[in-house]
């Protein structure tokens, strides 16, 4: 077993410039979220899809945000423009469908926007 | 506006005692609870769930869940320095995605 795979596992970027982060989550599970944690917020949902489909973005900021999961085995989070605020580190987890389901977190993206 | 409250700590609790994590949630149709721990720079790691009133062990640790008191606890016994780490509550409230508390800091002091 894999586990989730994230990448870059660090990014440090300029403001205004485009960024994105990908994900692949364990083979078979059929949900993937889109977690971003912050020492203020804690760990906060910004999205997830079910069978590749999206399901609930209301926790996506901005319209700066999107996220796309083209295919059971890839998920990516991007953000354009990207601003210092939006420094945090992002984790992407998946599961099998149901609501007694643990999350297995992928190891993170570390992102600076200076 | 569904709530996991953790208090944020540090908690610090002596080599070989027994550590008392708690959390409270706001929505009394959540369905099931997961503790999670988190290592400094890492990812979040599950330790446990439960959904059903009353007690679970596993190993050195036990969830507790009172739903009509609306919290959940994790009791780590004879803690190891090993122990020390963020403890995330998270709730499950009927719709698959997890509510995270913002997480209580654990020290185990040798």
């Known amino acids: 077993d894999a586990g989730v795979i994230q990448s870059p596992r660090h990014e440090v970027t300029e403001m205004g410039q485009e960024v994105t982060l990908r994900c692949k989550p364990i083979s078979g599970h059929n949900s993937l979220f889109w977690y971003r944690q912050t020492m203020m917020r804690g760990l906060e949902l910004l999205i997830y899809?079910?069978?590749?489909?999206?399901?609930?973005d209301s926790g996506m900021p901005e319209d700066r945000f999107s996220a796309k999961m083209p295919n059971a085995s890839f998920s990516t989070l991007k953000i354009q423009p990207s601003e210092p605020r939006d420094s945090a580190v992002y984790f992407c987890?998946?599961?099998?469908?149901?609501?007694?389901?643990?999350?297995?977190f992928g190891n993170g993206t570390r992102l600076t926007v200076t | 506006q569904k709530e996991v409250e953790q208090n944020s700590g540090p908690l610090s609790v002596p080599e070989g005692a027994i550590a008392s994590l708690n959390c409270t949630y706001s929505?009394?149709?959540?369905?099931?609870f997961f503790w999670y721990r988190q290592y400094s720079g890492k990812s979040p790691e599950l330790i446990m769930f439960i959904y059903s009133n009353g007690d679970k062990e596993d190993g050195r640790f036990t969830a507790q869940l009172n739903k009509a008191s609306q919290y959940v606890s994790l009791l780590i016994r004879d803690s190891q320095p090993s122990d020390s780490a963020t403890y995330l509550c998270?709730?499950?409230?009927?719709?698959?995605?997890?509510?995270f508390g913002t997480g209580t800091r654990l020290t185990i002091i040798p």
């Open positions: 899809f079910n069978n590749n489909v999206p399901i609930d």
């Open positions: 929505d009394r149709g959540s369905q099931s």
């Open positions: 998270a709730g499950n409230f009927g719709n698959e995605k997890l509510t």
């Open positions: 987890a998946s599961s099998n469908r149901g609501d007694n389901s643990p999350l297995h």
